[in-house]
């Protein structure tokens, strides 16, 4: 019989629960207005709307802010699988203004994965679909698991 079918099933509740349980405890996510609208293995997407108090001097979408929504796709990405993953380092390319009242999306999506490192990229895009920033994240697995995976049954208490 073919089990591709139930391997996919397994890994997309495991990409979901470790996604719920990272963003239940993540509190920096959740202040700044973050919501998670799509989650796989090796992918996330994340948005948030640019709020007056994220807008800097310029009158545009302070970069750090940017910066914190392609990181937290990154790590909803990169944590998918349910290894405890962190950042290992990170860089971003500003294209364009974000702007108060924008609707940001950043997409993360995984470019290459060892058993310990990963490489993903993440775009962030506003509501007409113009490129605002280009992320690149390589993370590092650490010891442990974002959730048991034992509860990840339903027939096992």
């Not at 699988?81 to 997409?107: H, K, M, P, Q, W």
């Amino acid at each position: 019989m073919n089990e591709a079918p139930d391997v996919t099933a397994e890994a997309q509740r495991t990409a979901e629960r470790a996604t719920c349980a990272l963003f239940a405890a993540d509190r920096a996510s959740q202040a700044l207005g973050m919501r998670i609208s799509g989650v796989r293995p090796g992918w996330a997407r994340v948005t948030m709307q640019v709020r007056p108090e994220m807008v800097n001097g310029h009158g545009v979408c302070h970069g750090g802010l940017v910066f914190a929504l392609g990181d937290s796709a990154f790590a909803f990405a990169c944590n998918s699988y349910n290894d405890s993953t962190v950042a290992a380092a990170a860089t971003i390319d500003f294209l364009a203004a974000a702007r108060e009242g924008d609707e940001l999306t950043a997409e993360a999506s995984e470019l290459w994965r060892t058993r310990r490192n990963g490489l993903y990229e993440i775009v962030v895009t506003n509501q007409r679909g113009e490129r605002i920033a280009l992320f690149r994240g390589r993370s590092y697995r650490i010891d442990g698991q974002v959730v048991d995976p034992l509860t990840s049954h339903p027939d096992r208490p």
